[in-house]
């Protein structure tokens, strides 16, 4: 455990600051609550028989025990108005902890396969995103390919999507990368990749969260991904960590989503300081807050408080989610004032 809890000054100043999120599953934002009301409303019969013995199973061992929940969650959704209510509790969310601007991850193949057009997903989600917008959360959405179903599947599944790209270029601007990462590298999805940069997409991956350094390599060298999701093993390779400094290479960090999945032991044995010592662009971020035990502020709070980052560093990670978004040069000139703003404003950060 760490020597000192946060001083309140400096936790006020974190939570009220500016921020972006830049790796959230819009799925991993339904909430129990949520998911027996949808469950209720679809009639679709869930293994749990309270929201109480659904949260009681949330104990993960590692990401796969994990994901077996999160499927199982997401297929109460069904309609245009589950895709609203989901992402409309998730913007609720993020406003209250003073997210500017998010980064928001779907995964369609989880509801294709059940019937669910993708049309539907993202009419849905982008109904709650443009009304969020109104009221000061700007947002982009990114589509994530399971790693753990075939390429040819990633491949149709983009190809449908082409019509989305066309029809939200403002919201839907990349591909990622999702789900079980052990035996699915990288290079398994170079071709749907490859297709999505032809088509000018943003790219990002989750690399290096159960997975080796090496799989960071590929996401790098054979997916030319513009960002790395979790990335926190990339600490074992020294060579690499340069390389992501050298290079800004951003990193968006879920740190209580590596505690629940038993990546570290302990928040104090977490990744982020040393690789912020070392000079990489990393982010903090929230994942799946619904099943992880917390929202982007209260990832930022247990961290600086395990790690013990002083003021600098808060509002290093502070500034890194704005310098490693997706937003135009002037839109992150304007953000990156409003955060400059408030911290000058507030009390020296304590802890
Ligand atoms: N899908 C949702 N959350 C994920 C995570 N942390 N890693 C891989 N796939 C995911
Ligand atoms: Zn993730």
């Not at 679709?44 to 929201?51: E, G, N």
């Amino acid at each position: 455990m760490p020597a000192t809890a946060l001083h309140p000054s400096f936790a006020s100043k974190i939570s009220h600051a500016p921020k972006a999120e830049l790796h959230i599953h819009i799925e991993g934002s339904l909430e129990p609550e949520l998911i027996f009301q949808l469950a209720q409303r679809n009639g679709v019969k869930l293994a749990y028989d309270s929201v109480e013995a659904l949260r009681a199973a949330y104990a993960f061992t590692d990401l796969q025990s994990f994901l077996d929940i999160y499927y199982a969650g997401a297929s109460v959704l069904l309609t245009e108005q589950d895709f609203y209510d989901m992402t409309r509790a998730y913007t609720e969310r993020a406003l209250a902890d003073c997210v500017a601007h998010a980064e928001i991850f779907f995964d369609p193949q989880t509801h294709t396969e059940r019937g669910v057009p993708i049309a539907t997903v993202v009419a849905g989600i982008e109904r709650a995103l443009a009304e969020a917008q109104t009221r000061g959360l700007s947002s982009k959405l990114i589509l994530c390919f399971l790693r753990h179903l075939p390429e040819e599947d990633a491949l149709a599944t983009f190809e449908a999507a082409r019509p989305l790209f066309a029809q939200y270029p403002h919201r839907l601007i990349g591909v990622g990368l999702d789900s079980s990462e052990a035996g699915h590298p990288p290079a398994k999805f170079e071709r749907v990749f490859a297709q999505a940069r032809a088509a000018g997409l943003k790219l990002v991956a989750h690399a290096g969260e159960e997975g080796p350094p090496a799989y960071i390599y590929e996401a790098l060298d054979l997916l030319h991904v513009d960002r790395i999701d979790h990335g926190v093993r990339s600490l074992e390779d020294p060579a690499l960590v340069a390389r992501l400094a050298q290079e800004r290479i951003a990193l968006t960090v879920c740190p209580l989503s590596n505690l629940k999945l038993r990546v570290f032991d302990d928040m104090t044995q977490h990744t982020l300081k040393a690789l912020l010592d070392e000079g990489v662009a990393v982010t903090v971020n929230s994942d799946d807050p619904a099943y992880f035990g917390g929202y982007v502020n209260a990832n930022y709070l247990a961290t600086i408080e395990a790690l013990e980052l002083d003021d600098a560093a808060a509002y290093t990670l502070l500034r890194n989610s704005f310098e490693a978004s997706f937003i135009t040069p002037a839109e992150r000139a304007a953000l990156l004032a409003r955060l400059e703003q408030h911290w000058l404003a507030a009390l020296p950060g304590e802890h």
